[in-house]
């Protein structure tokens, strides 16, 4: 390399007194970059200690005055022949072009390519284009790290395109940057379709504004994810449940905040909770129910046997079955009231179906003024009816005399002493319309828009203090609605009130 020695003497003789002289040559073996001087005829004229120990050769002497082509860049990274006139490194030598290239590899003395990158810096002496200089790195490091970064990306996008689990990728504006296929089957929208959404318009109203405070609290850094069950709105319309794990992440420290959203479908958990509630409301309100219809009737078993025991210690036989012949009409309506209240729980746990069938309607109003004319006997209370004989609808049974046996019951807690209720059937159109009439204490307007109103329970006292559970009228309400028909109330306080329900009229034909 005679032109180094030529360069470094022109150095040192131009050094002024004082200024130390500089070893370009030693500066050169310290790079751990490689080097290489080539003329303009392509022959090696200098090679450092870096291009050496990267090669795996020994001493220069080996590159020194060859054509570096031949040595090490003679074929592609695939193995193909890298034809002379295609170099880039000639090209450069004898056009005096720089170039940089990133995507070519050396080979080494043992025959083991290396990727590296390189660059070219033609050499011009007095205007006279004298070779090239050729700077490379070693990229094997850098490539095998890459490998196993572009490997760890493909698991995990792998893992994230078939997990059973939903998984969505949202932007810190809430729009969808990526969703696997578990969640889109999950909410049935295509990914394109849920980028031009944002996910408030799949999300709950009330759960968005639940989460938007989470989220809030994680972008500022309170809290490092959260959990949340909430509700999608699927593309079908359906509502599913989900539980959703979030965490945040940012790229980069200077770039936007993401979020990932781990979602588990939690809809059939949901519903058999909401099934488990209905069912322990059910066996609540059954029980308040068999308190409430087995209340008077019980009580008025009392009564007569205080009666009958008065009768006995006087010697009045007459009384005495006078009596004891009410009392066994009562105690079989009782039993008839409680086979229809087991029937009924029976009918909610939906071990037997919704059953109507012809149901004669002044048979009906015949055995509940009976069955309740004890009750109302002891209020002086009159129960009188007007339909016609014939007259039918089309109902459950069972759910016909609890409706009765409510509004009649109702309607003597609340009316006066020594007054009349007054049942009533007419035909309309498709229907049957029945009313209940009292002439008793009224229902205050307010609480008549009300009275039939979900989880509103009004329990008043009546006109001797009777007390209730508040459940009855909720229970004519779902019963008259299972038949398809309507309830509703009309009245006036002080003058009565008149409650009326309609079911489906039954014709032969």
């Known amino acids: ?111 083991i390519p290396i990727p590296v990158s390189y660059s070219c810096y033609p050499q011009v002496v007095d205007g006279k284009l004298t070779g090239t200089v050729i700077t490379f790195s070693d990229l094997s490091e850098q490539k095998l790290q890459q490998k196993k970064l572009e490997s760890s990306e493909a698991k995990y996008r792998n893992i994230f395109k078939n997990a059973n689990t939903g998984i969505i990728y949202v932007n810190e504006y809430g729009y969808t940057v990526s969703a696997n296929q578990s969640f889109l089957s999950l909410i049935q929208f295509s990914l394109a379709e849920l980028q031009m959404m944002h996910y408030s318009e799949f999300t709950n109203k009330e759960d968005f504004e639940t989460e938007v405070l989470l989220r809030r609290e994680m972008k500022e850094g309170k809290r490092e994810e959260y959990k949340i069950e909430k509700r999608y709105r699927r593309k079908d319309g359906r509502i599913i449940w989900v539980s959703s794990c979030v965490s945040a992440f940012r790229e980069q420290l200077s770039h936007p905040l993401f979020y990932v959203a781990v979602v588990h479908d939690i809809t059939d958990r949901k519903e058999y909770e909401q099934k488990l509630l209905n069912s322990n409301n059910t066996k609540d309100k059954f029980f308040s129910i068999i308190a409430h219809d087995l209340r008077n009737p019980v009580g008025s078993l009392k009564i007569m046997s205080d009666l009958l025991n008065q009768d006995l210690q006087k010697g009045n036989i007459s009384g005495v079955t006078e009596i004891a012949g009410i009392m066994d009409k009562q105690i079989g309506n009782t039993l008839s009231l409680l ?19 012809p149901v004669n309607v002044r048979d009906i109003f015949s055995e509940r003024s009976d069955f309740l004319m004890i009750q109302a006997g002891n209020k002086n ?35 006066y002493e020594k007054s009349i209720i007054f049942l009533h059937a007419e035909e309309r159109v498709g229907w049957v319309l029945i009313s209940i009439t009292d002439r008793g204490i009224g229902i205050p ?14 329990s008043t006292y009546g006109t001797k203090n009777e007390s209730g559970t508040g459940l009855g009228l909720l229970l004519c309400k779902e019963f008259v609605e299972r038949h398809g028909g309507r309830i509703w109330a009309e009245s006036e306080e002080g003058q009565g009130t008149k409650l009326l329900f309609t079911l489906p009229i039954y014709r032969k034909n």
Request: proline letters at 3%; one cysteine or more; charged letters at 25%.
């Open 445 to 458: 307007k307010v609480l008549l828009e009300k009275l039939f109103l979900p989880d509103s329970k009004f």
């Open 1 to 111: 390399m005679d032109n180094i020695p030529e360069n470094e003497d022109k150095v040192s003789s131009q050094s002024t007194e004082g200024r130390p002289e500089i070893d370009y040559n030693g500066i050169l073996s310290s790079i751990t970059e490689g080097i290489f001087a080539l003329d303009q005829q392509g022959l090696c004229v200098y090679c450092n200690l870096a291009s050496l120990r990267m090669l795996g050769y020994s001493s220069e002497k080996e590159f020194l005055g060859k054509k570096l082509h031949s040595l090490l860049h003679f074929a592609h990274p695939d193995g193909r022949s890298y034809p002379v006139d295609e170099c880039k490194i000639l090209h450069a030598s004898t056009s005096g072009i720089h170039i940089s290239v990133n995507d070519e590899v050396f080979w080494r003395a043992d025959g």
């Open 381 to 415: 209370i009159t129960i009188e009816y007007d339909t016609d004989s014939d007259l039918m609808v089309y109902a459950d049974r069972q759910m016909l005399n609890t409706i009765m046996r409510n509004l009649i019951t109702n309607a003597i807690k609340f009316s």
């Open 339 to 357: 086979n229809d209240l087991l029937e009924w729980s029976r009918a909610q746990t939906e071990n037997i179906a919704f059953s109507p069938t």
